[in-house]
């Protein structure tokens, strides 16, 4: 490229805010690559061709490592590689290897030696070359932007006086500076998508104003590579203080040290180096403050706490009210009427001065007029040097009655955006007393990185939380909503998610209405966690509730169970405990398939055991027999079923937790809830739960055997007006007359369908007073379950079905060993 002509912006600082020692002008050949984040180059300039070598063909794809002056690269055949590294000679930072692995989050700059393309590696003439690497960041692949020149090149077309002097090419390092005003950014910006062709305008703005304000100074940009070239001719650097303090120490130990003014000055740090190293140290600080918890509400507090009162003397975080509530991520972008939740205030003012005029939890919009409204709606941060009284009172405007003035005019402000995968979730808004030095350029760059850092621990934060949210839901969609009284029985239940390995698990529990007034109690446990296991819970659950519904025995019930598991994959493996409750009879059928043995309290004396069960296979083994228990129960008694991660804890023998659970089941409680908590109580102190927990509590009410009537009737016709006087009679002896017509006219219908379909000589018709329910069941030698038919005008049957489902409070069918049972309910009057 051809040497062009013109002036440099000015670049740098001397010591002591002395101008420049020498000043570049000139254009320059400058190499861009652009570096993604998996290390492959994705844009090679013509000026890194002239510099390196391979044309752009040959480079796009490959890894820089294999291109570009890494420190200590070396060939595969472990000859002397192509570059000598001259790393951290300015002390500035690490070196090119760190920032294409992405192990630094700031620009870094160095030099090294490469030999000339097509040239002898290793005794071939060198190219002293001079980088600087600038880490991006944006939802595009781009993460590193890497400028190379060749440092002779710099001299001869910069005029450099001393080019032969090792001091001067010393003093040619790339220097970190303050931000410097460059009035060509815009026309930056614009050329920035002739080298990058897929970015667009406002990005490559954004990539100018990081290069701008991470502190380089600009010399001048090339012809056709129209990005900053930053070699820094006037910042002395450490390099040229420690060859001044070797030449002292020389001269001293000759017994002729030098002229003051020649001495090493040892208190001449570089200031902006100083500045550029106490950003990057609160920055780490406050990385290492904020992010300790997935808890937002925990994580809005480390982010305002971390600012106050180092770097500010207010903070104040709003997020979006789709944030706070845990709706998931914002949907567009923010406007007007956006509602805003003011979720955090940390000031050094004293105590109680913002409660009341800014309280925490208030919502509001930001009109357009404010520097709120252009940092939400652009992303970048606004800077305030000092809030003026117009200002002031176009801020006041929003607050009502409340007068905020005070607290605000004339203090420095600076807005941040809180940003997430490119969207803004919130901002803060930093204050500064007046006493105070303003927020700078320098201030802005580190608010917004800060910003930057605490946006994504916020986002973290609220994806968590969401997600454990969308977990619960789901969970509690899956779990039963259990009637706590069924008849003859009250039921308790607790569900607590996993505590280490998530809160979706496959733990469960249920209650089904089953004929004759019984009650199937089931619990179980899906082997492993996660929505795999609650997919797998809920079709179990399901199969479960369908195959009481048939009335099978508890044995049979699980042998079904496993065959379906097996059916649906071999990874399918649960636990399940199933028991049905006779309270006519006072007996519990149970069956288990490698569960924990349920607890059974007894009324009576409060004694607790555990029921001696066979153990079973667990659901999905296959081929393993399961065998149903009978157990007598009494008035009173309580059964406590819950699945192992209630008394597993990790290095303990599971026998200790059983002794746990029966001894906590027996102390009294006042009610079924008492009890249960007293239970996760006792078992909870031991810590280290991981798994979730499923626990039910049964009380054994019951039925007295004065609420049950029961008849036989010959199977004949004749014998269904003997039924209705048998029902009229016994719910007037119960005294509930207001369901005698009701109950008779469904019985008739009932006693008629089984007269007629009956094989035998007799069916049964059974009444149950239970609770706050009637139970009227006709019972016949029969299988063939009865079906709601429509029946025409003209047609003979079918009409008593539709009878009873207008009337009764529920009605079903069961098979039975025997033959079938048809059933209705009544809800009892209100005493």
Not at 459 to 483: C, F, G, K, W
Not at 805 to 820: D, H, V
Request: net charge negative.
């Amino acid at each position: 490229m051809e040497r062009g002509t013109g002036s440099a912006p000015p670049v740098g600082h001397g010591a002591e805010g002395e101008p420049p020692a020498h000043t570049a002008v000139g254009r320059v050949p400058l190499a861009v690559v652009v570096i993604d984040g998996e290390g492959l180059v994705s844009h090679w300039s013509t000026g890194a061709r002239r510099l390196f070598g391979p044309a752009r063909e040959e480079a796009v794809g490959r890894p820089a490592a294999d291109l570009l002056p890494v420190s200590g690269a070396l060939p595969d055949d472990g000859d002397t590689g192509s570059y000598d590294a001259l790393a951290a000679y300015d002390g500035l930072g690490p070196d090119l290897e760190s920032s294409l692995h992405g192990r630094t989050s700031y620009p870094s700059a160095g030099r090294a030696r490469l030999a000339e393309h097509g040239s002898d590696s290793v005794h071939g003439p060198r190219i002293d070359v001079l980088w600087w690497a600038y880490p991006l960041v944006g939802p595009g692949p781009e993460r590193l932007l890497v400028l190379a020149a060749d440092a002779d090149r710099l001299r001869a077309d910069a005029g450099v006086p001393g080019a032969a002097d090792e001091d001067a090419v010393e003093r040619i390092a790339p220097g970190f500076a303050l931000h410097t005003d460059f009035p060509g950014a815009d026309e930056l910006a614009r050329g920035l998508p002739e080298i990058l062709p897929s970015m667009s305008v406002g990005e490559s703005a954004r990539i100018v104003a990081q290069v701008l304000e991470l502190g380089y100074p600009v010399l001048e940009f090339s012809q056709h590579d129209r990005v900053p070239v930053t070699p820094d001719w006037g910042v002395a650097r450490r390099a040229e203080r420690k060859a001044r303090r070797e030449r002292a120490a020389r001269a001293e130990a000759a017994g002729s040290p030098l002229p003051r003014e020649q001495a090493p000055d040892e208190d001449g740090e570089d200031l902006e180096y100083a500045a550029v190293r106490e950003h990057l140290e609160f920055l780490n600080e406050v990385s290492g403050r904020i992010g300790s918890s997935l808890d937002l509400s925990r994580t809005i507090v480390e982010v305002s706490r971390a600012v106050v009162p180092r770097f500010t003397d207010v903070a104040g975080t709003y997020l979006r009210e789709q944030v706070v509530a845990g709706e998931g991520f914002p949907d567009g972008p923010p406007d007007a009427t956006t509602m805003w939740h003011r979720v955090a205030l940390e000031h050094t003012d004293e105590p109680g001065r913002w409660d009341d005029v800014v309280p925490v939890g208030e919502s509001m919009p930001f009109p357009v007029h404010t520097p709120f409204f252009q940092c939400m709606t652009t992303g970048e941060p606004v800077l305030v040097p000092r809030i003026t009284e117009e200002m002031g009172n176009a801020i006041a405007s929003q607050f009502e009655k409340r007068d905020i003035r005070p607290l605000i005019n004339h203090r420095s402000m600076l807005v941040v955006p809180l940003k997430a995968r490119n969207v803004v979730l919130g901002f803060m808004i930093l204050l500064r007393h007046r006493e105070r030095p303003v927020f700078n350029d320098m201030d802005r760059v580190t608010g917004a990185e800060l910003a930057a850092r605490a946006g994504l621990v916020l986002d973290n934060a609220r994806m968590y939380t969401y997600q454990e949210s969308v977990a619960d839901t789901l969970q509690d969609s899956m779990l039963p909503h259990i009637d706590p009284r069924m008849s003859g029985c009250d039921i308790a239940t607790r569900y607590l998610p996993g505590t280490l390995l998530g809160r979706v698990g496959g733990d469960w529990f249920d209650s089904v209405k089953l004929p004759g007034s019984r009650a199937a109690l089931v619990v179980g446990d899906v082997m492993g966690h996660g929505l795999n296991s609650a997919a797998m819970m809920g079709q179990l659950r399901t199969a479960v509730q369908t195959m009481a519904a048939l009335d099978l025995p508890p044995a049979q019930l699980l042998r079904n169970l496993d065959d379906l598991a097996q059916r649906l994959g071999e990874h399918y493996l649960a636990t399940c405990l199933y028991a049905v409750y006779d309270p006519i009879n006072g007996e519990l059928e149970i069956a288990n398939a490698g569960h924990i043995p349920p607890v059974l309290v007894r009324g009576g004396d409060g004694r607790s055991e555990l029921l001696d069960l066979p153990t079973g296979a667990p659901i999905g083994v296959g081929g393993v027999p399961f065998e149903t228990v009978r157990v007598p129960v009494a008035p009173g008694d309580r059964l406590v079923m819950c699945t192992d991660g209630l008394v597993e804890m990790r290095g303990q023998d599971i026998g200790v937790g059983l002794a746990t659970l029966c001894e906590s089941a027996a102390h009294p409680a006042a009610s079924m809830d008492d009890a249960c908590d007293t239970i996760i109580r006792a078992l909870g102190r031991r810590g280290g739960r991981k798994d979730d927990v499923a626990l039910l509590m049964a009380r054994l009410n019951g039925i007295a055997a004065d609420d049950v009537a029961r008849r036989r009737f010959p199977a004949d016709p004749v014998e269904v007006r003997a039924a209705r006087e048998f029902v009229a009679e016994q719910l007037t002896a119960w005294r509930l007359a207001p369901l005698i017509d009701h109950a008779r006219l469904m019985a008739d219908e009932l006693v008629t369908n089984a007269v007629r379909h009956a094989r035998g000589e007799h069916i049964e018709l059974r009444l149950v007073r239970s609770g706050t329910t009637l139970t009227c069941e006709v019972a016949d030698d029969d299988h063939t379950l009865p079906t709601l038919m429509s029946a025409g005008p003209g047609d003979e049957f079918g009409r008593g079905l539709r009878v009873v489902t207008g009337l009764a409070k529920e009605w079903g069918t069961s098979r039975a060993g025997t033959g079938k049972t048809v059933w209705f309910e009544l809800a009892l009057p209100r005493r």
